[in-house]
């Protein structure tokens, strides 16, 4: 899934355990060749991902980490089925910067907080929900037959993000909404500092709400260089 946002801000939505969205995170960095490619990582993610695993999770045996494990757990067992594992479009991603020039610039909220405030805000109703779901997770991919082709079309992502928001309120409000509200944020910094164009790569269920947000901004003229000569250079 591609939206562009005016002239300087192409978004890249991807599968995270999908072949082709990491052809397509290639194909559209070459083409466009931005000064800027953004991706959906925080520090921690990125330096778990550059970082040669030595065989350890490196999460620790907290709340958050242990939800983080079991997360990873259930991204692997797709990903060996579909044969890609999670992270490897953000290193595609990465590498397309190098490969042309362009910085890297990390506009995802802090892996930590995110899970920290799922916790903390979810009630203990939608808590037993999800551990109910996710110890049957695992077993929901065992068949040799996976089709993924479609998660990345537009129309098939809306009705994915309506079903998280059905299913779990809570999940859908920090994983999406939130971390959407602060990638937007971040992507429009960029844009305000002069940057010449912005290639940003994200999960396909942060594409409706980034571009409704960046797309504001566009029409206000917040996404606007500001003039290095001006006395009101704040968002």
């Known amino acids: 899934m591609i939206k562009r946002i005016g002239d300087r801000i192409v978004l890249v939505g991807v599968a995270h355990v ?6 397509e995170v290639k194909r559209v960095i070459e083409e466009e060749r931005p000064g800027l490619v953004g991706v959906e990582l925080c520090r921690n993610r990125y330096m778990n991902l550059i970082t040669p695993s ?5 999460l620790p045996l ?22 890609m594992l999670p992270g490897d479009e953000m290193l595609a991603a990465i ?15 802090d892996i930590n907080v995110t899970l920290q405030r799922l916790i903390s805000r ?30 990345t079309k537009e129309e098939v992502v809306e ?10 309120n809570t ?11 602060v990638m937007a944020r971040r992507i429009a910094n960029s844009m305000r500092s002069g940057e010449n164009k912005m290639v940003a790569v994200v999960g396909a269920g942060h594409v409706p709400g980034l571009s409704k947000i960046l797309g504001k901004r566009l029409e206000e003229g917040a996404l606007d ?6 006395m009101d250079g704040n968002l």
């Open 54 to 58: 030595d065989g350890s999770s490196g």
């Open 159 to 168: 009705d994915l993000v309506l079903e998280m928001k059905r299913f779990s």
């Open 122 to 151: 979810m009630p203990i109703t939608e808590k037993i929900k999800i551990a109910g779901s996710i110890l049957v997770a695992p077993f929901l991919f065992s068949g040799d037959d996976i089709e993924l082709e479609d998660i």
């Open 95 to 109: 590498k397309g910067a190098e490969n042309i020039g362009a910085n890297v610039q990390l506009i995802d909220r």
């Open 62 to 83: 907290s709340r958050t980490g242990i939800l983080a494990r079991i997360m990873r757990f259930i991204q692997n067992r797709i990903g060996q089925k579909t044969g």
């Open 225 to 230: 260089p500001v003039d290095e000569y001006s």
């Open 171 to 181: 999940i859908y409000e920090v994983m999406i909404e939130e971390r959407n509200k």
């Open 18 to 23: 999908l072949p082709e969205s990491k052809k």
